[in-house]
């Protein structure tokens, strides 16, 4: 079992820039896929991005593309959202969340997902 912790939320103004880190411990997250999820008061929690457990391959989605990347360093055990030109309508508490290794890729609803990080708090200010 991995154990996931998010750091890096926090108040910025809206066209500013974030970058959020995900820390992992127990097992290596280097079979794993990762994705990060955000939930906005009163909606539903919803898939922003993911990366393959090698990181070759990275979707997004529609909302975000081209503002929000995902990377990884198996390494050091960490994966990153870098959150670019942020608006208001992405303040939200995002979430963290790995996929075990022989789960289909290509899935991307909570459900495909298998354990998760408590969240930190992202708020963009106009």
């Known amino acids: 079992q991995v154990q996931l912790g998010e750091s890096g939320g926090g108040l910025v103004l809206a066209g500013g820039s974030l970058r959020l880190s995900c820390a992992t411990s127990?097992?290596?997250?280097?079979?794993?896929?990762m994705g990060w999820f955000r939930r906005a008061p009163g909606k539903e929690r919803e898939f922003v991005a993911a990366v393959n457990w090698i990181g070759t391959r990275t979707n997004y989605a529609d909302s975000v593309k081209g503002r929000f990347t995902i990377s990884r360093d198996n390494a050091k055990n960490t994966v990153y959202l870098q959150m670019d030109s942020l608006k208001p309508e992405d303040t939200a508490v995002y979430y963290c969340?790995?996929?075990?290794?022989?789960?289909?890729?290509?899935?991307?609803?909570?459900?495909?997902?298998?354990?998760w990080g408590q969240g930190t708090q992202v708020t963009v200010s106009s």
């Open positions: 969340a790995a996929k075990r290794y022989g789960r289909r890729y290509e899935a991307f609803g909570p459900d495909d997902f298998d354990y």
């Open positions: 127990g097992r290596a997250i280097s079979s794993y896929s």
